[in-house]
Every structure is written in C-alpha cells, then in structure tokens.
C-alpha cells in the first residue's frame, strides 16, 4: 500500500526528500489528458490508463480503412487561450497562479477571429477560425448564420424579424453581464462547500440567471426563429434550453469573445497534441487498459466495510486484473458510473447509489457518420450547421421529459470537408449529423430504431435539398446510438454530457470535483465542475489541479 497523505505525515527536519507523488488518472479525454499536463507540471508522476485503444474518449477518432477520417465527438473549440496555457507548462512551471483570463476581454464588441492559437499551441496543432460559427437552418428553408459579429447580426435580425431588434440590443447587454459575472469572475471556482454557492446567489438572482434560458431568451425575442437561435447551444453541452438556468447564456459570449474553431486534422490532430505534450512532461499513458475497480482502504491499509471514517483511495484494479497502486486517483470517466461501479459501496456515503442513481442525465445522441461523392453541386452548407425540425419546444419535451422519439428531429450536420479536404478520398466529403435522442431510460430499442431514424435521417438531407442526391453519392455509412454511450464509452443510461445542467445540478449540486467519500479521489471531466464542453472540461482540468495542489502543499507557481 502507499503512504499516508502528505497532511498525514511530519517528515523529521532534514528528511530526505520523498519521492513525487504518483496519480493515476481514469479516461485519456480532454480532461484526463489537461489534467495529467497539469498534474505533471506540479512535479507529479502521472499514468492515465484508458479503455479505448486510443486517447480522446468522447472525442476518439476513427479512419476507415477506404480513406475517411471521422471525430466520433466534440468538434466545436473555443477559448484557444486554455489551450495555449496548456502547451506553455513544463515540470515544476504548473502556473496556476496567475490570472485565468486575458485582461482585454471585457465589453468585447466584435468577436476575435486573427489569432487562432498562440505560439506554443502552434508548435502542436494548427487551429483556424471558422466563420460563420454556425449556420442555423430552420424548418421553411431560410437560414441565419451566426458569426458573433454584432453588426451582421443585426443585419440578419432586420431581415428576418426587425421588430426584435430592440430586444436583441437588450440580450447582448444582459448575456454580456452574465457572461462576465458567470463565466470570467466565477468559471474557475469550485463550488465543494454552500457557503461558496450562498455567496453568489444574490448577483445570480439579480441578473435573471435563474430562469429558464428559454423563457429568459424569450424575455427579448418575439420571433420563434431568433428564441431557438439564441437558445439552442446549450443542447451542444447537453442541456435542455427549456430547463438549462440562464446562467448558460454566457455561452453566447465565449463564443462571440473567442470565436469558434477547427482543429486541422480534426479533434483528434488536437487530442494528439495534448498526448504529444503530456509526453513530453513525462506522463505515461497506457491504452486497452479499462478500470475494474478503485481501491479503497480505511487510514490504515484495512478494506473499508461501512460509509463512515477514513476512507482513501490507494490506486486502481484493472480489468485485467492488474493493480496500480498510486496516492492520487482522479476519474475522467462517467460521474455515475465511476461511483456506481467502482468505489465500494461501502465507502460511499454521500454519493451513495440513492443519490447517483436519482441524478438526471443528460440526452444521448444517434451519430451518424457517412462519406459521399462531391458530385460538383455546390453545397449550400457552412462547417457547422444546425437543421431545426419544424417543432422546438415539443420536441425538446419529448427528448427530455418523456423519452420518446418524435414524428420529426433536429440535428447538427458537420461538414469538415469544406475547410479540411484531407479527412475524406480525393473527391469526396466527410460529414456527421447528430440528432440529439433519449437517453436509455427511455427503453428503446436502438437494434431497431437506430436503421429507422437513420433512413429517416438520409431522407430528410436527400429529399429536402440539404446535400442533393445524397442516398446516391453514398460512399461510406455507419452510425451510433445510445448504445454506443452506455457501452463503449460506459456512461450511465447511455448519457452523452454526464450529469444534465439543471439549476439543481449546477454549481454546488453537480458532482464535487474532490470527492466528498474518499480521500485522495477526485473528478474531472464533463460530469464534474463546471459541466460539459471542451473548454468547460479545460477549466476542470485546471480546478481539479489546484484542489490536489492544495491537498499536498504544491507550489501554484
């Protein structure tokens, strides 16, 4: 077994210096990957072990053995300062001191799009600009793209809905002040006791963040088109806009702040990168290596039989049966089912299975993932598209509340192709389209519903012009449902964002980044604080470091 905590030791003075502390991280994501960087520049000897037989989790990358490349996840990145600060850190630099974000992004009037990456995050990954971030289609064939640029926007406003022109300077003033108390003065803190989330009630009830972003969006905006322009982002971080708190609104703002962006080579040229320089630091990752169980003791190297006293985590067993033994265990895996699954039940007392199992999770999604033919039509598609079927907020309604698939969908069609002709054959594109479905308490069968929605789904884009001719110029189709989400990637009920970003699961209430159960346990990731998201997932990265820090008397500098 390991030694005790360092809180737990008086070292004589004049010790000889212990060896580094040695953390094992579950999950080769985004978070686990920016945290074992992290983890290593604080001067600690980190393995991430990982199921898959590469890294990215969610955000894996597949090639296909005829030519195409395919992210099976996130594809939208923000912020590209977190990345920059990652790919700046080296051993014993952890930098976690110093100011979270750059000082000239307050009152932010048009969005930045002329660097895309700093220096070092050049040296790994080439990031460019994606303009517009989005073009949302809606059902009667007209579209808005959505660029952060105010000026378009309100020219696009004038055309499509002038009479909310008025109430859209009122959104942008109010998304900004959310965004600025929301996001650039709370982001990085760690809600772990109520004191902290008391303190930050008053400013969140003064600014309307508590409502529903819905019925918030709809404070401004007449037209149906602008509430669901203005609302439908948070579904990209699995989030209900009818149930999301407002606070998500910021979500607006880092966007417009920071500008979305492309990966060349995909996600996974990203994913790669952050490998590449958790590497360099001296971590070590090892793939095929799926986690059985995390090995808890009471202070004393005894098995734990009952939810009270000391209880530590002393490494991890892997399916294989191998032990690895290590000081720190932090999970980039799924909130519930790394509690449900692999901490004793008896070492668990506040998230005990009556609590994880009554969270609600978020929706899953069916991925389709497909090539086709460029055939010479000019496709009248941008990067990123969202196709919005001709009902919102029923829709959503079924989705979330009663877990039903509906007569119609929506879906976010991604077609990265049009900026990076390498992911697909010479003359050929590669697309996905996610359409947002039940989670499995639903008990649907995807065995049978996955082919259904999915010829619904090439029907819809051949039939109604989206990608002509599609079924025709297929040359590579498969897909994933919910399934997928519960079994590969081993999240409860087949969720696809870990817990949902209600106001009762937000903040304080969604899961606690250092567990409140076990000593030397800690989250990271989608299902831990702050939420879902790429650079929601780089700030836990960034949370979950300084609370381990803290424990062992790390310098933050």
């Known amino acids: 077994m390991t030694d005790l905590p360092a809180a737990a030791r008086r070292p004589a003075e004049n010790a000889v210096p212990t060896r ?116 949302i289609v809606f059902d009667d064939g007209t579209y808005f793209d959505y660029d952060g640029d105010p000026e378009n926007t309100r020219r696009q406003i004038g055309e499509l809905a002038p009479q909310d022109l008025a109430g859209y300077e009122r959104f942008h003033k109010d998304a900004q002040a959310i965004f600025e108390r929301g996001f650039l003065e709370l982001g990085y803190t760690h809600f772990g006791d109520v004191g902290t989330m008391l303190r930050v009630v008053p400013d969140l009830l003064k600014l309307d963040a508590v409502r529903t972003l819905f019925s918030f969006t709809s404070k401004y905006f007449q037209s149906d088109k602008l509430r669901q322009v ?107 089912n790394t509690y449900l699954k692999r901490v004793p039940a008896a070492a668990r007392l506040v998230n005990n299975d009556l609590r994880v199992k009554a969270a609600r999770q978020s929706m899953s999604l069916l991925v389709i993932y497909f090539g086709f033919r460029d055939d010479g039509r000019p496709l009248n598609l941008q990067h990123h598209n969202i196709l919005l079927g001709p009902r919102y907020e029923a829709l959503l309604r079924e989705i979330f509340g009663d877990k039903t698939l509906g007569r119609d969908f929506s879906q976010y069609l991604h077609v990265p192709t049009l900026t990076d002709p390498s992911l697909a054959p010479p003359g050929h594109h590669a697309a996905y389209t996610l359409i947002p479905v039940p989670n499995a308490a639903s008990g649907l069968d995807w065995t049978v519903e996955g082919p259904k929605l999915v010829d619904r789904v090439y029907a819809y884009l051949d039939e109604r012009g989206i990608i002509p001719g599609l079924r025709d110029r297929l040359t590579h189709s498969e897909y994933v449902t919910p399934d997928y989400f519960a079994g590969t ?56 470091a300084r609370l381990i820090a803290e424990d062992l008397h790390l310098s933050l500098k």
């Open 489 to 544: 990637l081993d999240s409860h009920l087949g969720n696809a964002f870990g817990p949902e970003p209600l106001l009762v699961q937000s903040a304080f209430f969604r899961p606690h980044n250092r567990s409140e159960d076990v000593r030397n346990l800690y989250l990271v990731g989608a299902g831990a604080q702050p939420g879902a998201g790429t650079p929601a997932v780089m700030m836990s990265a960034k949370m979950t």
């Open 230 to 336: 203005f609302s439908f982002e948070t579904l990209l971080v699995g989030g209900n806009p009818l149930s999301v708190p407002a606070i998500y609104a910021m979500i607006h703002f880092v966007e417009k702040t920071w500008g979305v962006h492309y990966a060349m080579g995909g996600t996974g040229a990203l994913v790669r990168a952050l490998e590449r320089k958790y590497r360099e630091l001296g971590g070590e990752v090892r793939y095929g290596a799926g986690v059985q169980g995390i090995t808890v003791t009471d202070e004393w190297g005894r098995p734990v039989t009952r939810p009270v006293g000391p209880r530590v985590a002393r490494g991890v067993t892997l399916e294989s049966g191998e032990e690895l033994p290590a000081d720190l265990v932090i999970s980039n895996g799924d909130w519930a």
């Open 20 to 135: 580094p502390k040695r953390a094992v991280i579950i999950g080769a994501g985004f978070g686990g990957l920016s945290l074992g960087i992290r983890l290593q520049s604080l001067g600690l000897d980190t393995v991430i072990v990982e199921r898959l037989d590469g890294p990215g989790g969610r955000g894996y990358q597949k090639r296909t053995p005829d030519g195409y490349v395919f992210d099976m996840g996130p594809t939208v990145i923000t912020v590209p300062h977190f990345l920059e600060e990652l790919f700046r850190l080296e051993r014993g630099q952890p930098a976690l001191d110093g100011p979270d974000f750059p000082d000239d992004v307050r009152g932010a009037e048009r969005v930045k799009t002329g660097d895309s990456g700093g220096p070092r995050t050049r040296d790994y990954v080439q990031l460019r600009p994606i303009l517009p971030f989005y073009r």
